[in-house]
């Protein structure tokens, strides 16, 4: 069966510190990933995807993730946060339809 | 391009009432999913229209529907609301159906509060 796996529900960084968020999918065969972000009171934005190739991805607003398939992670990254990146992250992994993790809550702190 | 638009934005319902949002995909794309986002349960799939068919249904109750229509708008009713109906719904658009590799685009979602 296919799932999602955030192991953290929340996270706080200070502002300019880097930040990795973690996701370990379920699925058997090669998956495609995704990254969303959401914001207070508002839906989902795509931040990256995954579907062949490179194993690093980068995505919008200086974010990347890793694919690592002996691990079944896809952990996202950033090298410095910002302010404005406080919000709610999603893992999703895409089968017969979407599976999403249950989010991560980012916290920055000035 | 421009995204999905869902309506209304925030309504408020009464108990045993019905509610139906609307969710008009992103011009080219076929496919329309709903999800259903509360605090306790996060993000829950309801169902997925694909070329006016539902393909893939959640594990919801028979009170809530959607159809698509032949320009792939896609509409979501609740029949006899319930308090635990309360939540974000969101709507998702994507080319082609949802898994396989297409990328699902999410509108802002329609605020559903029942009292």
């Known amino acids: 069966a296919q799932s999602v796996t955030q192991p953290d529900i929340h996270i706080t960084v200070s502002e300019g510190a880097s930040l990795e968020l973690r996701c370990n999918y379920s699925?058997?065969?090669?998956?495609?990933l995704f990254w969303y972000v959401q914001s207070p009171g508002q839906g989902l934005q795509l931040l990256l995807k995954?579907?062949?190739?490179?194993?690093l991805v980068q995505g919008i607003k200086g974010f990347e993730a890793e694919f690592k398939r002996s691990q079944s992670s896809f952990n996202l990254r950033k090298p410095s946060v910002h302010w404005s990146d406080a919000a709610e992250y999603f893992c999703a992994v895409s089968g017969n339809q979407f599976y999403f993790g249950t989010g991560t809550s980012l916290t920055v702190i000035p | 391009k421009a995204g999905v638009t869902q309506t209304p934005r925030y309504l408020i319902k009464t108990r045993g009432q019905q509610v139906t949002l609307s969710c008009p995909p992103i011009?080219?794309?076929?496919?329309v999913s709903w999800y259903q986002q509360t605090p306790g349960q996060g993000l829950q799939f309801l169902f997925e229209y694909f070329s006016e068919t539902q393909r893939n249904k959640g594990n919801f109750p028979g009170r809530f529907s959607g159809r698509q229509f032949s320009n792939s708008r896609s509409e979501m009713n609740v029949s006899t609301l319930e308090l635990g109906d309360s939540a974000l719904y969101l709507c998702?658009?994507?080319f082609g159906v949802g898994g396989a590799g297409n990328t699902i685009y999410f509108g802002e979602g329609s605020w559903l509060t029942v009292v």
């Open positions: 011009s080219g794309h076929r496919s």
């Open positions: 995954y579907f062949s190739g490179d194993t």
């Open positions: 998702a658009s994507s």
């Open positions: 699925y058997g065969a090669t998956p495609y």
